[in-house]
């Protein structure tokens, strides 16, 4: 059979699609000019067509085409005149969208046919009636949904309107980007199992930890698996800010009704640094109504804090005991590892090949707060660009700020086990020992809080020096001297005048 449908014999010259010129081109340009906004997922964008002036692409998810008009509009639109010579503008489309101008109906689409409260000019009359007097803490209890409902389309329309001012979901932020490793282990698989069974599995995911540590981006990962797996699911994520504020309009313009109806007929309820009810008391007294609606009707509640439940100052106890209902998990900061790998897939993300060396050296020297090794990361982005290169040692040392005309030490665990025992007057086989009195144990969690600091041995290697201990005693050695470190001005100079020491020979 002839598959063919050429005349034979006449030359070929590829068509190449304009449209998908205009796009690639684009891309270029965009990687060069803005790489910070760039994300290796642009390659999967389709080009639509230009019409009328407008350039429309097509994204293959919701959440990319939010991330797109949310932070993108202005570089997609200078690259598209830049490399058409035209002047257009980028509209971006998701799966669903038309060509056509979005109307309610994608947004409609996934929302469930509950009552939605009207806001039609007598509501606040209404809501006045129903709530009793304005201002009153004690009057604010649970309550039925509003006595009046929208049918059909204008509900499900409505009731989109109504969660429209979440917070924006990050793409960025799903699991399959979330690192795992022994500080968020427990966080990281019970959000998996909220994910996968919401309301069922553990009610409320309570996660606390330091900042920085991946709180919101969990959090954001149970809100995207839930959206892909069930669609039709009512998703709210808010910050605590943002329950705060609106409680406080809803007060004050008397649609507490809207504002419970709102609060109480999700399906899964997401609260970001719920910290922020500190000393709030009627903020705190709404919020217990709202998480009681919620969890008998089995709805799930996803909590994030900076400390854990039964520490958060001018907290109710009866809402702090609840937060401890379902599973409370910490997020401790990354091991070595786990930020070697963190490193490798932020830069990833941004379409950037990172060589082992830089991702391990950016490792050893930001150890505590992800958020800065994702800075490391963008500034050796634009470094990159600017020197037109590759990243590599040298621009990552450029990157960081430091002196790249200087050789970069490499520091033994030897010579530190030799600056610390001289220090001390202790012997090495004391700290490979396993005696625990203090004139030992100090000078062993030195050695290994500075061969952490200043060598790439991993946590495990490092234990296997001093007397096999394990990771965690470790992580509880760096722990213990960071916060010694901080309170003791006078044990801070021991330590910084020991670490001089160890950079002395090689500078
Ligand atoms: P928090 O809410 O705890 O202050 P975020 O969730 O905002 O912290 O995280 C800060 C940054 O660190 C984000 O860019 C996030 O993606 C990143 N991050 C944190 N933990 C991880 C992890 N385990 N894997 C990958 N990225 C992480
Ligand atoms: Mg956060």
Same mark, same amino acid.
């Given at each position: 059979m002839n598959f063919s449908t050429r005349p034979q014999g006449r030359p070929v010259t590829p068509r190449v699609d304009?449209?998908?010129?205009?796009?690639?081109?684009?891309?270029?340009?965009? @990687?060069?000019?803005?790489?910070?906004?760039?994300?290796?997922?642009?390659?999967?964008l389709e080009p639509v067509g230009v019409t009328g002036g407008v350039f429309r692409l097509r994204a293959h998810s919701p959440v990319h085409r939010d991330y797109l008009n949310r932070v993108c509009n202005r570089q997609f639109a200078e690259a598209a005149g830049t490399v058409s010579g035209r002047l257009l503008t980028v509209r971006f489309l998701g799966p669903e969208d038309d060509v056509k101008p979005r109307g309610s109906s994608a947004a409609a689409a996934a929302v469930p046919s509950a009552a939605v409260p009207s806001d039609d000019p007598h509501a606040a009359h209404r809501e006045a009636a129903l709530d009793g007097p304005r201002g009153e803490p004690s009057e604010f209890g649970p309550m039925s949904p509003a006595p009046y409902r929208l049918n059909g389309a204008a509900a499900a329309a409505s009731l989109a309107e109504l969660y429209d001012d979440g917070l924006p979901i990050n793409p960025d932020y799903a699991f399959d980007n979330f690192i795992v490793g022994p500080g968020n282990r427990l966080a990281h698989s019970a959000a998996l199992a909220v994910a996968a069974n919401p309301g069922r599995a553990y009610n409320p995911y309570f996660v606390h930890g330091d900042v920085g540590l991946g709180k919101t981006h969990l959090l954001q990962a149970i809100c995207l698996r839930i959206r892909e797996t069930q669609p039709s699911a009512v998703i709210y994520f808010t910050?605590?800010?943002?329950?705060?504020?609106?409680?406080?309009? #809803?007060?004050?313009?008397?649609?507490?009704? @809207?504002?419970?109806?709102?609060? @109480?007929?999700?399906?899964?309820?997401?609260?970001?640094?719920?910290h922020d009810l500190s000393k709030r008391d009627r903020t705190q007294e709404e919020f217990f109504h709202t998480f009681n609606s919620l969890y008998q009707s089995h709805k799930q509640i996803v909590l994030s804090c900076d400390a854990p439940p039964e520490e958060i100052p001018d907290m109710q106890e009866r809402l702090a005991s609840r937060f401890k209902w379902g599973l409370v998990a910490n997020v401790a900061p990354p091991c070595y590892e786990t930020r070697v790998a963190i490193l490798k897939n932020k830069a990833?993300? @941004?379409?950037?090949?990172?060589?082992?060396?830089? #991702?391990?050296?950016?490792?050893?020297?930001?150890d505590s707060n992800i958020r800065e090794l994702e800075g490391a990361i963008i500034k050796l982005q634009v470094v990159s660009n600017i020197e037109k290169r590759q990243p590599d040692m040298e621009l990552t040392r450029m990157a960081l700020g430091e002196d790249a005309s200087k050789p970069e030490p490499k520091i033994q665990i030897q010579t530190i086990i030799n600056a610390v025992t001289d220090f001390y007057g202790v012997k090495v086989t004391d700290l490979q020992s396993k005696r625990r009195q203090r004139s030992?144990?100090?000078p062993r969690q030195l050695c290994m809080y500075l061969a952490r600091r200043n060598t790439r041995y991993s946590l495990e290697e490092i234990g296997g020096y001093f007397g096999g201990r394990d990771h965690t005693t470790v992580m509880h050695a760096v722990r213990t001297i960071n916060d010694r470190r901080e309170t003791e001005a006078e044990f801070a100079n021991v330590v910084r005048s020991l670490e001089d020491r160890l950079r002395a020979p090689l500078a």
């Open positions: 304009p449209d998908q010129k205009i796009w690639t081109d684009m891309l270029i340009h965009l @990687r060069a000019s803005a790489p910070e906004i760039c994300r290796q997922w642009f390659e999967e910050s605590c800010e943002g329950f705060m504020t609106q409680f406080m309009d #809803a007060v004050q313009a008397g649609l507490m009704t @809207r504002f419970r109806h709102k609060f @109480r007929h999700v399906d899964v309820l997401v609260v970001d640094d719920v990833k993300l @941004r379409g950037m090949e990172l060589p082992d060396d830089v #991702a391990c050296h950016i490792a050893s020297k930001i030992i144990a100090l």
